[in-house]
């Protein structure tokens, strides 16, 4: 125990060094002050070598330090290099190379950044010499990257960033010796690294730590010292590295804003994008691609498409400057803008799902140079260009066409008097099977087409009558990901537009300043729960039921809300109880099913039942998950309903009951057991016998007062009653009571966990308070009652009735209809608020019932790129084609289809399931005389060899079909989609930043009303 505390005073002692260091660092009027630290006196880090009879943890987490070291030596050895390599033999040139006013800006930060790290360094070695006493470097991170002045020294690098390179660019551009001074440095060096490459390292730097220190808490058990260091730490590292992120994402948005604003011609769209209200979305380098009539590819051209909050602009892509200033500086191009539309008249147009124009309406298309060239339908048939691949749509009908003619001949083919072995009923139905299976892989190209396929129904300038013109644009994706992102981005930018999110938050942080920012949840819509107005009803819980729907097409899921159905329960007092189920599966929710119980509903918990083997797992994934899914319902009459749900199927499958018939307040199921928390104050533990039913497995008594809410962590649940909250252990059951609040009369309403804390909120005040989940120690305490809240919802106190914790973001809901969001971090730390809250715009006229979040991910078949979309829907020709390189898919798209040569003498072996007719009854009936030979009869037959189904019989390499992409065989992508749901009575708007009163919609003050809000999708 004395070597613990004598490293503890030794590690305060360098934490407090560190600490006088770094401060004095930043002491100087000036800004900072230039501290040499010599490697004499305090040498770099060195770890011991590593001692017997270390356990496998502590040997990993020797490792994991080792790499802490290593990489913060590398990077601190790359900023001297830019100190010394380039900005000391550039400030000392003779004759000058650049001015001292223009290097000054290149590296601007940077001496102060290396400083910074410098004075970690010292702390970190002392650290290292200590480790076999401490083994603790969390609280190292918290004290040297917490400070306020080093997140203000790289914002600062961060936001010139891109003003440093472009100060490059244009040395490398006006100054030839610049140039050549840079080739020379990049050439003497041992790996060649650019300048570039080196000054884009504190860009990357924490994101690096982030990584090292999420590795070295996966290694750290709980109860060991170092373990609420690290997660502090992590916390603190998750926070700086989002801050700088959205800078760098602003500045990079700004400047390329700027480039293109350069560009345009027209006045007004050039002052819309220099104003501060245009905001960029997204903006992606496409390939524009023209189809011709057979649907090969004519023409494919680089284009650089810019998402705004309110406009759609495609812009050409000039020449992006000399290649040897390109490859040591990226080099931003120069845009001309080839068109623009309003974001709300851009539709997406799927492969074979044309939108229907109305009768005056043309079609204009993008080939002609000037804009108000115009081509009618009749034109369309003959013109050079064709702005879709039309092949494989033309080819369904086709092949629906033959199998409708097939169908009749099959019914003549049965009228026929004689036998014949090849021609009969058999036989036509194997035709009628075969074609059947081609329309499904046909429909199945279509889809695969869409997957990096986006076309856009673009409104062009009106003909000289006066009439719309549209025309259809046709752009190819990297991937399958970024089709998914532009179509969801569309849809919610068009969402972003609407009056309720124009202002949707207002900002705490600026109480004149309304906000309403792409990345802030959209509300998607609000709708009433109920089809009877009743307003003795009352809502009471939700709950997410994920069901994968199938049948959803590619920009559907991209679209839609999370996949699955929304369980919404409610009832009057002593009265019967209702539940509405919703479908998720299309942007707004859609009523299904009303279920009617025996007594009012005060919880809902989703149950999955886990599969046995992951076989069967990925199999009940196929089919929906319909039979995994349990819906357990808590009723005020005690009893707990157990639904199993298939879609929208619903049957109650198991009925549990308490022995006083105490009201069931909360429910929540762990991996062993199901956990009812009562009236009471006890806890009702269900499990499973050896027989596997379920029963009542014991009661865990926790006072006087309700359980009001339970909380499920990894190994133990979380049960309040009163002002305490009990920890019961997961296996044992075992309990640990503690105190939450000084105010026995207070009791807990409200637990939402993230990370390895838990936010809790009570049932009076507006405060909320954070725990950790394993010392059980506070860790911070908010009061969301601030002033600029109260002054403008024109409400004198706030308290809080539903908690939810959802993509980093802590959702407060309140007495008062307010809804409230605070940004907490995302990763294993400690969920602290990091930042000024938001309160929407949209709220409920009475107290928000319940905040509950959906999330699913998409189909894993969605994110395919397989090669059905490779094969015939796309050939060679292809001319005027920027970049090949850089888009694969299109290097495999020139390979199967061979022009028109291709097609002569191609035929398609019609076969499902015959492999040969010989064993079929009569003689086979051919144009060839009884002297037939007896080879030139087999080889009428389907042999084994050519009886593989639907095989090209003269290009047997094509007809191989669905073949994962061995590039892309090991991606493990997951597109999470994610909304967050609101209940409570009536829906109103807030009227603005200065205004207290608010407005109501008319006659819907007393229904029970859902507010859904729509998060971008996140990879």
């Given at each position: 125990?004395s070597?613990?505390?004598?490293?503890?005073?030794?590690?305060?002692?360098?934490?407090?060094?560190?600490?006088?260091?770094?401060?004095?660092?930043?002491?100087?009027?000036?800004?900072?002050?230039?501290v040499?630290?010599?490697?004499?006196?305090?040498?770099?880090?060195?770890?011991?070598?590593?001692?017997?009879?270390?356990?496998?943890?502590?040997?990993v987490?020797?490792?994991?330090?080792?790499?802490?070291?290593?990489?913060?030596?590398?990077y601190?050895?790359?900023?001297?290099?830019i100190?010394?390599?380039?900005?000391?033999?550039?400030?000392?040139?003779?004759?000058?190379?650049?001015?001292?006013?223009?290097?000054r800006?290149?590296?601007?930060?940077?001496?102060?950044?290396?400083?910074?790290?410098?004075?970690?360094?010292?702390?970190?070695?002392?650290?290292?010499?200590?480790?076999?006493?401490?083994?603790?470097?969390?609280?190292?991170?918290?004290?040297?990257?917490?400070?306020?002045m080093?997140?203000?020294?790289?914002?600062?690098?961060?936001?010139?960033?891109?003003?440093?390179?472009?100060?490059?660019?244009?040395?490398?551009?006006?100054k030839?010796?610049?140039?050549?001074?840079?080739?020379?440095?990049?050439?003497?060096?041992?790996?060649?690294?650019?300048?570039?490459?080196?000054?884009?390292?504190?860009?990357?730097?924490?994101?690096?730590?982030?990584?090292?220190?999420?590795?070295?808490?996966?290694?750290?058990?709980?109860?060991?010292?170092?373990?609420?260091?690290?997660?502090?730490?992590?916390?603190?590292?998750?926070?700086?590295?989002?801050?700088?992120?959205?800078?760098?994402?602003?500045a990079?948005?700004?400047?390329?804003?700027?480039?293109?604003?350069r560009?345009?011609?027209?006045?007004?769209?050039?002052?819309?994008?220099?104003?501060?209200?245009?905001?960029?979305?997204?903006?992606?380098?496409?390939?524009?691609?023209?189809?011709?009539?057979?649907?090969?590819?004519?023409?494919?051209?680089?284009r650089?498409v810019?998402?705004?909050?309110?406009?759609?602009?495609?812009?050409?892509?000039?020449?992006?400057?000399?290649?040897?200033?390109?490859?040591?500086?990226?080099?931003?191009?120069?845009?001309?803008?080839?068109?623009?539309?309003?974001l709300?008249l851009?539709?997406?147009?799927?492969?074979?799902?044309?939108?229907?124009?109305?009768?005056?309406?043309?079609?204009?298309?993008?080939?002609?140079?000037?804009?108000?060239?115009?081509?009618?339908?009749?034109?369309?048939?003959?013109?050079?260009?064709?702005?879709?691949p039309?092949?494989?749509?033309?080819?369904?009908?086709?092949?629906?066409?033959?199998?409708?003619?097939?169908?009749?001949?099959?019914?003549?083919?049965?009228?026929?008097?004689?036998?014949?072995?090849?021609?009969?009923?058999?036989?036509a139905?194997?035709?009628?099977?075969?074609?059947?299976?081609?329309?499904?892989?046909?429909?199945?190209?279509i889809?695969?087409?869409?997957?990096?396929?986006?076309?856009?129904?673009?409104?062009?300038?009106?003909?000289?009558?006066?009439?719309p013109?549209?025309?259809?644009?046709?752009?190819?994706?990297?991937?399958?990901?970024?089709?998914?992102?532009?179509?969801?981005?569309?849809?919610?930018?068009?969402?972003?537009?609407?009056?309720?999110?124009?202002?949707?938050?207002?900002?705490?942080?600026?109480?004149?300043?309304?906000?309403?920012?792409?990345?802030?949840?959209l509300?998607?819509?609000?709708?009433?729960?109920?089809?009877?107005r009743?307003?003795?009803?009352?809502?009471?819980?939700?709950?997410?039921?994920?069901?994968?729907?199938?049948?959803?097409?590619?920009?559907?899921?991209?679209?839609?809300?999370?996949?699955?159905?929304?369980?919404?329960?409610g009832?009057?007092?002593?009265?019967?109880?209702?539940?509405e189920?919703?479908?998720?599966?299309?942007?707004?929710?859609?009523?299904?099913?009303?279920?009617?119980?025996?007594?009012?509903?005060?919880?809902?918990?989703?149950?999955?039942?886990?599969?046995?083997?992951?076989?069967?797992?990925?199999?009940?994934?196929?089919?929906?998950?319909?039979?995994?899914?349990n819906?357990?319902?808590?009723?005020?009459?005690?009893?707990?309903?157990?639904?199993?749900?298939?879609?929208?199927?619903?049957?109650c499958?198991?009925?549990?009951?308490?022995?006083?018939?105490?009201?069931?307040?909360?429910?929540?199921?762990?991996?062993?057991?199901?956990?009812?928390?009562?009236?009471?104050?006890?806890?009702?533990v269900?499990g499973?016998?050896?027989?596997?039913?379920?029963?009542?497995?014991?009661?865990?008594?926790?006072?006087s007062?309700?359980?009001?809410?339970?909380?499920?962590?990894?190994?133990?649940?979380?049960?309040?009653?009163?002002?305490?909250?009990?920890?019961?252990?997961?296996?044992?059951?075992?309990?640990?009571?503690?105190?939450?609040?000084?105010?026995?009369?207070?009791?807990?309403?409200?637990?939402?966990?993230?990370?390895?804390?838990?936010?809790?909120?009570?049932?009076?005040?507006?405060?909320v308070?954070?725990?950790?989940?394993?010392?059980?120690?506070?860790?911070?305490?908010?009061?969301?009652?601030?002033?600029?809240?109260?002054?403008?919802?024109?409400?004198?106190?706030?308290?809080?009735?539903?908690?939810?914790?959802?993509?980093?973001?802590?959702?407060?809901?309140?007495a008062?209809?307010?809804?409230?969001?605070?940004?907490v971090?995302?990763?294993?730390g400690?969920?602290?608020?990091?930042?000024?809250?938001?309160?929407?715009?949209?709220?409920?006229?009475?107290?928000?019932?319940?905040?509950?979040?959906s999330?699913s991910?998409?189909?894993?078949?969605?994110?395919?790129?397989?090669?059905?979309?490779?094969?015939?829907?796309s050939?060679?020709?292809?001319?005027?084609?920027?970049?090949t390189?850089?888009?694969?898919?299109?290097?495999?798209?020139?390979?199967?289809?061979?022009?028109?040569?291709?097609?002569?003498?191609r035929?398609?072996?019609?076969?499902?399931?015959?492999?040969?007719t010989?064993?079929?009854?009569?003689?086979?009936?051919?144009?060839?005389?009884?002297?037939?030979?007896?080879?030139?009869?087999?080889?009428?037959?389907?042999?084994?060899?050519?009886?593989?189904?639907?095989?090209?019989?003269?290009?047997?390499?094509?007809?191989?079909?669905?073949?994962?992409?061995e590039?892309?065989?090991?991606?493990?992508?997951?597109?999470?989609?994610?909304?967050?749901?609101?209940?409570?009575?009536?829906?109103?708007?807030?009227?603005g930043?200065?205004?207290?009163?608010?407005?109501?919609?008319?006659?819907?003050?007393?229904?029970?009303?859902l507010?859904?809000?729509?998060?971008?999708?996140t990879?």
């Amino acid at each position: 125990s004395s070597s613990s505390s004598s490293s503890s005073s030794s590690s305060s002692s360098s934490s407090s060094s560190i600490n006088q260091s770094i401060n004095l660092l930043f002491e100087d009027d000036a800004g900072y002050l230039d501290v040499a630290v010599s490697e004499v006196k305090h040498p770099p880090p060195q770890l011991s070598p590593m001692p017997e009879g270390l356990t496998s943890q502590q040997v990993v987490r020797r490792h994991i330090l080792s790499s802490i070291i290593q990489s913060e030596r590398s990077y601190l050895e790359s900023l001297r290099r830019i100190l010394q390599e380039y900005h000391r033999p550039l400030m000392e040139a003779e004759p000058r190379i650049l001015s001292p006013r223009k290097i000054r800006p290149i590296f601007y930060r940077i001496r102060e950044i290396t400083q910074c790290h410098a004075m970690f360094q010292i702390a970190l070695a002392s650290r290292v010499a200590e480790w076999d006493s401490s083994e603790k470097i969390g609280d190292l991170f918290v004290a040297s990257f917490s400070k306020s002045m080093v997140l203000d020294v790289y914002s600062e690098y961060v936001n010139n960033f891109t003003n440093a390179m472009a100060l490059i660019k244009k040395a490398c551009l006006s100054k030839p010796a610049f140039l050549e001074f840079l080739k020379k440095k990049q050439a003497s060096s041992i790996d060649r690294i650019t300048l570039y490459g080196l000054m884009v390292k504190p860009i990357q730097r924490f994101p690096q730590f982030i990584l090292l220190l999420q590795d070295m808490l996966k290694n750290t058990s709980k109860g060991h010292v170092d373990r609420l260091p690290l997660q502090l730490a992590l916390t603190e590292l998750e926070m700086l590295a989002e801050k700088l992120n959205e800078q760098k994402r602003v500045a990079d948005q700004i400047a390329e804003t700027q480039q293109l604003a350069r560009t345009v011609s027209d006045r007004l769209l050039s002052k819309q994008l220099n104003s501060e209200q245009g905001s960029l979305v997204l903006c992606e380098t496409l390939i524009e691609m023209v189809f011709g009539e057979r649907g090969q590819v004519l023409k494919s051209k680089e284009r650089k498409v810019f998402l705004f909050d309110d406009v759609l602009i495609c812009a050409n892509i000039n020449v992006k400057g000399p290649p040897d200033i390109s490859s040591l500086v990226p080099i931003g191009p120069k845009y001309t803008i080839k068109w623009s539309a309003p974001l709300q008249l851009v539709q997406v147009v799927e492969v074979g799902l044309e939108a229907p124009q109305g009768k005056d309406t043309k079609f204009q298309h993008c080939a002609s140079k000037r804009p108000s060239t115009v081509c009618t339908s009749a034109q369309n048939k003959t013109s050079k260009w064709f702005w879709a691949p039309p092949r494989l749509y033309q080819e369904l009908q086709e092949l629906q066409h033959d199998l409708s003619v097939v169908e009749e001949v099959t019914l003549l083919v049965g009228t026929l008097q004689g036998t014949y072995q090849n021609l009969n009923t058999t036989v036509a139905q194997d035709w009628c099977l075969a074609l059947q299976r081609l329309i499904r892989i046909k429909e199945e190209q279509i889809q695969s087409a869409n997957k990096c396929r986006l076309r856009l129904q673009v409104p062009g300038r009106p003909d000289k009558s006066g009439r719309p013109v549209s025309f259809m644009v046709v752009f190819n994706t990297a991937n399958p990901l970024s089709k998914i992102s532009w179509v969801n981005r569309l849809h919610l930018a068009k969402i972003a537009l609407r009056e309720e999110n124009s202002p949707g938050w207002l900002c705490g942080e600026d109480e004149d300043r309304s906000i309403s920012p792409f990345w802030y949840p959209l509300l998607a819509c609000h709708m009433p729960v109920f089809a009877a107005r009743t307003p003795e009803r009352k809502l009471q819980a939700a709950l997410h039921n994920p069901v994968h729907c199938s049948l959803l097409g590619f920009s559907a899921a991209s679209t839609s809300l999370p996949q699955g159905y929304l369980w919404v329960a409610g009832g009057e007092e002593s009265s019967q109880g209702q539940i509405e189920i919703f479908s998720l599966n299309r942007p707004v929710p859609r009523a299904v099913k009303s279920l009617q119980v025996g007594s009012m509903v005060r919880c809902l918990e989703h149950v999955p039942q886990p599969s046995p083997t992951e076989e069967t797992e990925t199999e009940s994934h196929k089919t929906s998950m319909g039979n995994s899914n349990n819906i357990c319902v808590g009723l005020d009459d005690g009893r707990i309903l157990v639904y199993g749900s298939v879609d929208t199927a619903v049957q109650c499958l198991l009925t549990l009951t308490n022995p006083e018939g105490c009201p069931v307040l909360c429910l929540r199921h762990s991996s062993r057991f199901l956990f009812a928390g009562l009236r009471n104050g006890t806890v009702m533990v269900y499990g499973r016998n050896s027989s596997g039913k379920v029963v009542q497995d014991r009661c865990v008594n926790l006072g006087s007062e309700p359980v009001r809410t339970l909380l499920v962590l990894d190994d133990s649940v979380w049960a309040s009653c009163g002002n305490s909250v009990t920890v019961i252990e997961g296996a044992s059951l075992n309990t640990q009571k503690f105190e939450v609040h000084p105010d026995p009369m207070v009791g807990v309403a409200h637990m939402a966990c993230a990370g390895g804390g838990v936010w809790i909120a009570f049932s009076e005040g507006s405060s909320v308070r954070l725990f950790h989940t394993e010392t059980l120690e506070l860790l911070q305490e908010i009061n969301i009652s601030t002033p600029s809240t109260l002054m403008n919802t024109g409400q004198t106190s706030i308290r809080v009735t539903s908690l939810l914790i959802c993509q980093g973001l802590l959702w407060v809901g309140t007495a008062q209809g307010l809804i409230i969001t605070l940004p907490v971090p995302k990763l294993e730390g400690i969920p602290k608020i990091t930042g000024k809250g938001m309160t929407s715009f949209n709220a409920h006229c009475g107290p928000v019932d319940f905040l509950v979040s959906s999330t699913s991910s998409l189909s894993p078949d969605l994110l395919k790129r397989d090669s059905l979309v490779d094969s015939p829907d796309s050939s060679n020709g292809g001319e005027d084609r920027s970049d090949t390189s850089s888009q694969d898919s299109l290097q495999q798209q020139q390979q199967p289809y061979q022009g028109e040569g291709r097609s002569k003498g191609r035929c398609v072996m019609l076969q499902y399931k015959l492999r040969s007719t010989s064993g079929l009854p009569g003689r086979p009936l051919t144009a060839l005389g009884d002297e037939v030979s007896v080879s030139s009869l087999e080889s009428l037959e389907h042999s084994v060899e050519d009886g593989s189904i639907y095989e090209f019989s003269d290009d047997p390499d094509v007809w191989v079909r669905g073949r994962p992409c061995e590039r892309e065989g090991g991606r493990r992508d997951r597109v999470i989609s994610t909304a967050v749901i609101s209940g409570g009575k009536g829906f109103r708007r807030l009227k603005g930043a200065s205004a207290a009163a608010a407005t109501r919609t008319s006659g819907e003050s007393l229904e029970n009303v859902l507010m859904v809000w729509q998060l971008p999708l996140t990879v």
